[in-house]
């Protein structure tokens, strides 16, 4: 007999709804008048503004975008060749304007202002653009725009002749059935199909990067009231607020919960504009209608906390966020101001999510690839977080050099001085030679990579010590934007529709989630997220045939140069690195067939493969016996066996997972590529990731697509230069050797085939990607190629004590566009003239970033400084942003100041260097380019309609990639 059981298994309570009085459910309560007197807000200085009015943005399609506008339930009342005002039912004469444009942008939200007293108060606020009469508008008046403290810009209208709407226009008011009230008897609901008729604009949102000088400048200049202020717990148990919702004050009228909201994030852009709805089944058969179009649906319908709306957010035909809403809260001044924790606001997007743990991008790894990508992407002012499983910084020198690109991309996180002074120091020459002598002779064979002949202004490789570099990476990082969590071990990895989560643990054991739009993982060939979330999903590892090396190395001091042993019998390699004083040096020599790799590796075994190279015969210094190194002043760092191959993985992005540097690929020691192919995938990534971020972003699968074909292209070439360089070692065959030898010596008799030969991986000039489908760049504008780098100086100054290259210039700290714009110019004289052109392009809202105000002008052909009377009068400092190429007499002359010997910094000797080198290689017809923050050029123009054209194709090509060839 089964006994009779004493409890139940606990129910789930029914979900209910509420209508609460709003002072009972507002978290920390403030009057409005409380905060404006600790504020020190003056309300007889604010503009009176009465109600949020209409949006205006700029499309390109104009046609695409007034039939999604139609399908979202607005009707047009007015149509020019440029513009087209839209309305709703509601007593506004319009609620939306499209303008015509060569690019999508947003022209910011318009107020209707209380008299004509407020509207000249309005034209006094910093930033106020020119009165401008509204006479093709409907209802005409007269608008004037100000410019925000980050760029956005702020509409106020007044003069708009009213307008009212009889009452046939609203719809119908439903009468609803409920359990126990049958209001509706004998009456059935039925509903036409169609958009969701829009009443009204209720409000619009921004993302900003400095939001507490954003906040100041809106509810200080505008009767614009905080509603609710989200915030996060900081480190210290402090709060930071990070959102805002504000109303228009209109005292005790009642008007809607927030008209206008800010938060904070990474990157400055509008977040959406949202109208209203009569009601929710007015809101849901508008969904139906713009799903069955084929619209793109943001989340679905919901209903929000704050404001209570019910909502339902689409993406525009130009990749802009609008909202459908019903049913939102009301509030006047007598409502308290409320304050809550960003956490709990779970309906809201990431832009309002910002407790810490929710990021932009979260890197797995810190070690060179992961530090120079945070680094990056603090100067790109993107947040992210990097979880790295060890405690400090190791202390293993793995790798050991850095070619001129890596160089090239670690000045561009601005630790260029610190390379030279800390870390290592530039490298003479690759000499190939042969075995069995010893390394005091002369090479059959070298690569001078002592020269600056490469296209960056660098030496072509540095030999550095790992732990340094690393260091000085890590410095790097800005602490605002990038979240360094040591002692962190990954342990899952999960995906969403919108964010990837990775669970970790602390030193303590204690579990932790953090979750962002995108995971980069750069953690090493043997990295948890490729091994154990990507390669179940397909990505695997490819192995190139073309080469395998089995070695054994160890490290300690020894002469400069690398030295590529060609001994058939023990192919093998070594030379010096990091600083002099540092006395390293390391060898690595081939494990032959039969012998055990562990073995070899002890330091018996190794002595007697070393020594000999360490051994001078006597009689180069006069003595009969030969001399040896001491073995006492010989410290064995580290010695043990290593596999190499070349392998690259299928596919180095997958969803919201993406890999970087050794994760994705690796690479043979023979051509020193393995940092700096890490460090090419950083800098070409990290603004993929900015853009990726931005919500006009509309496939960032095609923009990582992008990314790791162009990185394929290059790592082809860097495995082409380090199989050449390993068929010189690892010749089996003495006689081929012999023949080899003796080719190469008649061929260098010729200084110009013997030049040729000595540039090494630099013969076939800078990195150029060939275009194919899903690329970022225009092959009819020269795209695709590296931008070179020169030396240069102030345009009105000399030549500074330490170096200055173009790249510092022209992408200056103060720029965060993931492109920029150079200038190239024969003249000072063509600075005014260059400047007027641009002038007709204008500020952009690209997504790259791209801003023709920022341009940098470089000059060639100057010797010396010049006046800036000769730069004309544009009303800022005429020479800010234009420098001047200067030439190796110059560069040199400017490293023997006492001001220059004072840096402490050794100036590498300009050898081969051509100041004349951009306009070498980009064509010297060439004037405006386009430069990635990769320092790939995206297009190099030859005249100002030329620019126009590639600009046009700028968020086109970038955003939504093209799928053949036909244009570009």
Same mark, same amino acid.
């Given at each position: 007999?089964?006994?009779?059981?004493?409890?139940?298994?606990?129910?789930?309570?029914?979900?209910?709804?509420?209508?609460?009085?709003?002072?009972?459910?507002?978290?920390?309560?403030?009057?409005?008048?409380?905060?404006?007197?600790?504020?020190?807000?003056?309300?007889?200085?604010?503009?009176?503004?009465?109600?949020?009015?209409?949006?205006?943005?700029?499309?390109?399609?104009?046609?695409?975008?007034?039939?999604?506008?139609?399908?979202?339930?607005?009707?047009?009342?007015?149509?020019?060749?440029?513009?087209?005002?839209?309305?709703?039912?509601?007593?506004?004469?319009?609620?939306?304007?499209?303008?015509?444009?060569?690019?999508?942008?947003?022209?910011?939200?318009?107020?209707?202002?209380?008299?004509?007293?407020?509207?000249?108060?309005?034209?006094?606020?910093?930033?106020?653009?020119?009165?401008?009469?509204?006479?093709?508008?409907?209802?005409?008046?007269?608008?004037?725009?100000?410019?925000?403290?980050?760029?956005?810009?702020?509409?106020?209208?007044?003069?708009?002749?009213?307008?009212?709407?009889?009452?046939?226009?609203?719809?119908?008011?439903?009468?609803?059935?409920?359990?126990?009230?049958?209001?509706?008897? !004998? =009456?059935?609901?039925?509903? *036409? +199909? @169609?958009?969701?008729? #829009?009443?009204?604009? %209720?409000?619009?949102? &921004?993302?900003? $990067?400095?939001?507490?000088?954003?906040?100041?400048?809106?509810?200080?200049?505008?009767?614009?009231?905080?509603?609710?202020?989200?915030?996060?717990?900081?480190?210290?148990?402090?709060?930071?607020?990070?959102?805002?919702?504000?109303?228009?004050?209109?005292?005790?009228?009642?008007?809607?919960?927030?008209?206008?909201?800010?938060?904070?994030?990474?990157?400055?852009?509008?977040?959406?504009?949202?109208?209203?709805?009569?009601?929710?089944?007015?809101?849901?058969? !508008? =969904?139906?209608?713009?799903? *069955? +179009? @084929?619209?793109?649906? #943001?989340?679905?319908? %919901?209903?929000?906390? &704050?404001?209570? $709306?019910?909502?339902?957010?689409?993406?525009?035909?130009?990749?802009?966020?609008?909202?459908?809403?019903?049913?939102?809260?009301?509030?006047?001044?007598?409502?308290?101001?409320?304050?809550?924790?960003?956490?709990?606001?779970?309906?809201?997007?990431?832009?309002?999510?910002?407790?810490?743990?929710?990021?932009?991008?979260?890197?797995?790894?810190?070690?060179?690839?992961?530090?120079?990508?945070?680094?990056?992407?603090?100067?790109?002012?993107?947040?992210?977080?990097?979880?790295?499983?060890?405690?400090?910084?190791?202390?293993?020198?793995?790798?050991?050099?850095?070619?001129?690109?890596?160089?090239?991309?670690?000045?561009?996180?601005?630790?260029?001085?610190?390379?030279?002074?800390?870390?290592?120091?530039?490298?003479?020459?690759?000499?190939?030679?042969?075995?069995?002598?010893?390394?005091?002779?002369?090479?059959?064979?070298?690569?001078?990579?002592?020269?600056?002949?490469?296209?960056?202004?660098?030496?072509?490789?540095?030999?550095?010590?790992?732990?340094?570099?690393?260091?000085?990476?890590?410095?790097?990082?800005?602490?605002?934007?990038?979240?360094?969590?040591?002692?962190?071990?990954?342990?899952?990895?999960?995906?969403?529709?919108?964010?990837?989560?990775?669970?970790?643990?602390?030193?303590?054991?204690?579990?932790?989630?953090?979750?962002?739009?995108?995971?980069?993982?750069?953690?090493?060939?043997?990295?948890?997220?490729?091994?154990?979330?990507?390669?179940?999903?397909?990505?695997?590892?490819?192995?190139?045939?073309?080469?395998?090396?089995?070695?054994?190395?160890?490290?300690?001091?020894?002469?400069?140069?690398?030295?590529?042993?060609?001994?058939?019998?023990?192919?093998?390699?070594?030379?010096?690195?990091?600083?002099?004083?540092?006395?390293?040096?390391?060898?690595?020599?081939?494990?032959?067939?039969?012998?055990?790799?562990?073995?070899?590796?002890?330091?018996?075994?190794?002595?007697?493969?070393?020594?000999?190279?360490?051994?001078?015969?006597?009689?180069?210094?006069?003595?009969?016996?030969?001399?040896?190194?001491?073995?006492?002043?010989?410290?064995?760092?580290?010695?043990?066996?290593?596999?190499?191959?070349?392998?690259?993985?299928?596919?180095?992005?997958?969803?919201?997972?993406?890999?970087?540097?050794?994760?994705?690929?690796?690479?043979?020691?023979?051509?020193?590529?393995?940092?700096?192919?890490?460090?090419?995938?950083?800098?070409?990534?990290?603004?993929?990731?900015?853009?990726?971020?931005?919500?006009?972003?509309?496939?960032?699968?095609?923009?990582?697509?992008?990314?790791?074909?162009?990185?394929?292209?290059?790592?082809?070439?860097?495995?082409?230069?380090?199989?050449?360089?390993?068929?010189?070692?690892?010749?089996?065959?003495?006689?081929?050797?012999?023949?080899?030898?003796?080719?190469?010596?008649?061929?260098?008799?010729?200084?110009?085939?013997?030049?040729?030969?000595?540039?090494?991986?630099?013969?076939?000039?800078?990195?150029?990607?060939?275009?194919?489908?899903?690329?970022?760049?225009?092959?009819?504008?020269?795209?695709?190629?590296?931008?070179?780098?020169?030396?240069?100086?102030?345009?009105?100054?000399?030549?500074?004590?330490?170096?200055?290259?173009?790249?510092?210039?022209?992408?200056?700290?103060?720029?965060?566009?993931?492109?920029?714009?150079?200038?190239?110019?024969?003249?000072?004289?063509?600075?005014?003239?260059?400047?007027?052109?641009?002038?007709?392009?204008?500020?952009?809202?690209?997504?790259?970033?791209?801003?023709?105000?920022?341009?940098?002008?470089?000059?060639?052909?100057?010797?010396?400084?010049?006046?800036?009377?000769?730069?004309?009068?544009?009303?800022?400092?005429?020479?800010?942003?234009?420098?001047?190429?200067?030439?190796?007499?110059?560069?040199?002359?400017?490293?023997?100041?006492?001001?220059?010997?004072?840096?402490?910094?050794?100036?590498?000797?300009?050898?081969?260097?051509?100041?004349?080198?951009?306009?070498?290689?980009?064509?010297?017809?060439?004037?405006?380019?386009?430069?990635?923050?990769?320092?790939?050029?995206?297009?190099?123009?030859?005249?100002?309609?030329?620019?126009?054209?590639?600009?046009?194709?700028?968020?086109?090509?970038?955003?939504?990639?093209?799928?053949?060839?036909?244009?570009?």
């Amino acid at each position: 007999m089964t006994p009779a059981l004493e409890t139940r298994s606990q129910e789930a309570s029914p979900n209910r709804g509420y209508s609460i009085n709003a002072n009972k459910v507002i978290p920390n309560q403030q009057s409005l008048q409380e905060w404006r007197k600790a504020e020190n807000i003056d309300v007889k200085k604010q503009v009176r503004l009465v109600k949020i009015s209409h949006m205006r943005y700029q499309h390109k399609d104009m046609d695409t975008i007034t039939t999604f506008l139609k399908d979202f339930g607005m009707h047009v009342v007015k149509q020019t060749e440029d513009k087209t005002w839209f309305a709703g039912h509601g007593n506004d004469q319009y609620v939306y304007v499209a303008e015509k444009g060569t690019e999508d942008k947003f022209l910011g939200g318009a107020f209707l202002v209380e008299s004509e007293a407020e509207f000249e108060k309005a034209t006094r606020i910093p930033g106020a653009g020119k009165v401008e009469q509204l006479q093709h508008a409907p209802g005409g008046g007269k608008r004037i725009t100000i410019i925000d403290p980050e760029g956005f810009p702020v509409n106020l209208v007044f003069g708009q002749d009213e307008v009212t709407k009889s009452d046939d226009t609203m719809a119908e008011k439903l009468i609803y059935n409920f359990e126990h009230e049958k209001a509706r008897v !004998g =009456h059935f609901q039925r509903f *036409k +199909k @169609g958009p969701a008729a #829009v009443h009204k604009l %209720g409000h619009f949102g &921004l993302c900003v $990067q400095n939001f507490k000088a954003q906040c100041d400048f809106y509810l200080r200049h505008f009767n614009l009231a905080p509603t609710d202020f989200l915030y996060i717990d900081e480190a210290d148990r402090s709060t930071r607020e990070v959102a805002l919702f504000a109303h228009i004050d209109r005292g005790e009228d009642f008007v809607d919960h927030h008209t206008f909201f800010m938060t904070t994030n990474a990157t400055s852009h509008v977040h959406h504009c949202s109208f209203e709805v009569h009601d929710f089944d007015t809101q849901l058969l !508008g =969904h139906q209608w713009l799903a *069955k +179009k @084929g619209y793109k649906s #943001v989340w679905g319908v %919901g209903r929000h906390i &704050l404001g209570s $709306q019910i909502f339902d957010y689409w993406w525009d035909t130009s990749g802009f966020m609008v909202e459908h809403y019903a049913d939102g809260d009301l509030i006047n001044d007598k409502i308290p101001i409320g304050r809550g924790p960003a956490r709990n606001e779970r309906d809201l997007t990431l832009m309002l999510k910002d407790d810490g743990n929710t990021v932009g991008v979260v890197i797995c790894g810190c070690g060179p690839t992961g530090a120079l990508l945070s680094a990056l992407l603090c100067r790109l002012r993107v947040r992210h977080i990097i979880i790295e499983k060890e405690a400090q910084i190791t202390t293993d020198p793995r790798g050991i050099v850095l070619d001129e690109d890596g160089i090239r991309i670690t000045q561009a996180v601005g630790i260029y001085r610190q390379l030279f002074e800390d870390v290592g120091q530039a490298t003479r020459c690759f000499r190939f030679i042969d075995g069995g002598r010893g390394l005091d002779v002369s090479p059959f064979l070298q690569f001078d990579y002592s020269t600056v002949e490469g296209g960056t202004g660098h030496p072509g490789f540095m030999a550095h010590k790992q732990p340094a570099l690393e260091k000085h990476l890590r410095n790097s990082i800005n602490t605002e934007y990038g979240d360094i969590r040591l002692q962190s071990t990954l342990t899952s990895v999960t995906e969403d529709e919108d964010f990837i989560i990775a669970n970790y643990e602390d030193q303590n054991g204690s579990a932790h989630t953090v979750q962002a739009r995108f995971l980069v993982a750069a953690d090493g060939k043997t990295g948890f997220v490729r091994k154990k979330y990507l390669e179940p999903k397909g990505v695997v590892m490819e192995k190139s045939e073309k080469f395998r090396y089995e070695a054994v190395y160890m490290i300690f001091f020894f002469p400069t140069d690398f030295n590529f042993i060609c001994d058939p019998a023990r192919p093998s390699v070594c030379g010096r690195f990091g600083k002099v004083e540092d006395r390293l040096w390391r060898f690595e020599f081939v494990v032959k067939e039969g012998e055990d790799g562990h073995h070899m590796a002890t330091q018996e075994q190794v002595k007697k493969i070393v020594m000999p190279y360490l051994t001078h015969k006597g009689k180069r210094f006069g003595i009969p016996v030969d001399v040896t190194w001491p073995e006492d002043c010989i410290e064995w760092i580290r010695s043990r066996p290593f596999s190499f191959s070349a392998r690259s993985c299928n596919r180095w992005a997958l969803g919201r997972a993406i890999l970087c540097g050794d994760a994705a690929h690796v690479l043979p020691p023979f051509g020193g590529q393995g940092i700096a192919s890490g460090f090419r995938d950083a800098i070409s990534l990290s603004w993929r990731l900015k853009m990726a971020l931005d919500p006009r972003c509309q496939d960032y699968d095609s923009c990582f697509r992008g990314w790791y074909i162009e990185r394929k292209q290059q790592l082809e070439r860097s495995l082409s230069s380090t199989i050449e360089n390993a068929n010189f070692c690892n010749e089996p065959s003495s006689l081929k050797a012999w023949f080899r030898n003796w080719y190469l010596w008649a061929v260098q008799l010729v200084p110009s085939w013997k030049h040729n030969l000595e540039l090494g991986g630099r013969r076939e000039g800078m990195t150029r990607y060939h275009w194919t489908p899903g690329v970022h760049f225009l092959p009819l504008f020269e795209g695709g190629k590296s931008f070179p780098q020169v030396f240069s100086a102030p345009i009105a100054g000399p030549a500074p004590a330490i170096p200055s290259f173009t790249d510092d210039a022209v992408f200056a700290t103060s720029k965060s566009g993931a492109f920029q714009l150079a200038v190239i110019l024969d003249s000072v004289d063509h600075v005014v003239t260059s400047r007027k052109e641009l002038q007709g392009i204008g500020k952009l809202s690209s997504i790259t970033g791209l801003n023709p105000d920022e341009a940098t002008f470089i000059i060639h052909g100057l010797s010396s400084a010049v006046s800036t009377s000769t730069l004309g009068s544009t009303g800022k400092n005429v020479a800010e942003n234009v420098i001047r190429v200067i030439g190796a007499e110059e560069y040199t002359a400017a490293g023997n100041t006492a001001e220059a010997s004072a840096t402490g910094i050794k100036r590498h000797p300009p050898k081969f260097y051509n100041p004349d080198r951009i306009r070498a290689d980009l064509g010297r017809d060439k004037k405006y380019v386009i430069v990635r923050w990769d320092r790939i050029v995206f297009a190099a123009c030859s005249s100002i309609g030329e620019l126009q054209l590639a600009i046009n194709q700028l968020d086109q090509h970038v955003n939504q990639p093209a799928q053949d060839g036909k244009s570009r």
